[in-house]
């Protein structure tokens, strides 16, 4: 069996050679290579070269033996460390795993523990969206409460009068003007929709006033009226003439929201 110094040094093979071999044995291989030399082919002697050394990264200031036993001492110290350390690691993975496993039981109640946070986080959303609706609601009332209410068809006598209607009422609050003439049969059908509007749109201010009072041509006191003029903060946002050819002379009231909520003047209801 090959020794330490073997392994490092190169291990003695069947074409090993040495020169530190007795001197005495040469004789006997002289005389034995002459009786063979007529029937064995003629060996080249040629310095043979010991077999590679294995690898070692390690460094050691002295090559001889003792060099050379120091590096292996260091070498198993270093192997014994790395089994340690290995050790630690091995243990404080197994008390993880020990620690993250739970028993039937423990699972159980863990789930029981979940659920209950969970209704008791429904439950919290629960109230406070009905807290949250209840103050929207407030709040909406307010506001409502705040807007003027009308609730039926006014009569505007004069220019005065319409200008007051627009210019000195609630920025928030829509005015819608029919400008009407007297010999209009859409004129009056006009009139009575507006009525029912006006008490279905309570916020919204419904208001007529003659064409001849405005100061119209005679010209759109006949082909442009039915007409319907719409403001909010004194600002006109809404122009219809000739509401006859739209509408025609008979409509009802139904007829008329669909066209003002077609074109935004309206609210959906």
């Given at each position: 069996m090959a020794t330490l110094d073997d392994k490092i040094l190169g291990e003695k093979l069947h074409n090993y050679c040495s020169s530190s071999e007795d001197e005495g044995g040469s004789d006997y291989e002289d005389s034995r290579s002459g009786d063979e030399e007529g029937n064995m082919p003629s060996v080249s002697k040629e310095k043979c070269e010991p077999p590679p050394i294995n690898n070692w990264s390690g460094s050691a200031t002295n090559t001889g033996p003792k060099g050379v036993l120091?590096?292996?001492?260091?070498?198993?110290?270093?192997?014994?460390?790395?089994?340690?350390?290995?050790?630690?690691?091995?243990?404080?993975?197994?008390?993880?795993?020990?620690?993250?496993?739970?028993?039937?039981?423990?699972?159980?109640?863990?789930?029981?523990?979940?659920?209950?946070?969970?209704?008791?986080?429904?439950?919290?959303?629960?109230?406070?969206?009905?807290?949250?609706?209840?103050?929207?609601?407030?709040?909406?009332?307010?506001?409502?409460?705040?807007?003027?209410?009308?609730?039926?068809?006014?009569?505007?006598?004069?220019?005065?009068?319409?200008?007051?209607?627009?210019?000195?009422?609630?920025?928030?609050?829509?005015?819608?003007?029919?400008?009407?003439?007297?010999?209009?049969?859409?004129?009056?059908?006009?009139?009575?929709?507006?009525?029912?509007?006006?008490?279905?749109?309570?916020?919204i201010k419904f208001c007529r006033i003659g064409a001849d009072v405005t100061g119209m041509s005679r010209h759109f006191r006949v082909e442009g009226v039915p007409a319907l003029l719409v403001y909010k903060g004194g600002q006109i946002i809404g122009n219809f003439v000739q509401l006859a050819t739209e509408l025609g002379d008979d409509f009802f009231a139904n007829d008329l929201e669909r066209f003002l909520i077609e074109y935004g003047m309206l609210p959906e209801k």
């Open positions: 120091e590096d292996w001492r260091r070498y198993k110290q270093l192997e014994a460390e790395n089994r340690v350390e290995l050790e630690k690691e091995r243990v404080a993975l197994a008390k993880k795993l020990t620690l993250s496993v739970k028993t039937e039981r423990e699972e159980a109640e863990a789930k029981k523990i979940n659920e209950l946070e969970d209704e008791l986080s429904e439950l919290i959303d629960e109230e406070f969206l009905m807290k949250y609706q209840k103050q929207r609601m407030q709040e909406l009332m307010s506001q409502l409460q705040k807007v003027p209410k009308f609730g039926k068809l006014i009569t505007l006598n004069s220019q005065e009068e319409f200008l007051n209607s627009i210019d000195n009422e609630d920025p928030k609050v829509t005015v819608i003007v029919h400008i009407y003439g007297t010999k209009s049969v859409a004129c009056k059908t006009m009139d009575g929709c507006l009525q029912v509007l006006a008490e279905e749109y309570p916020t």
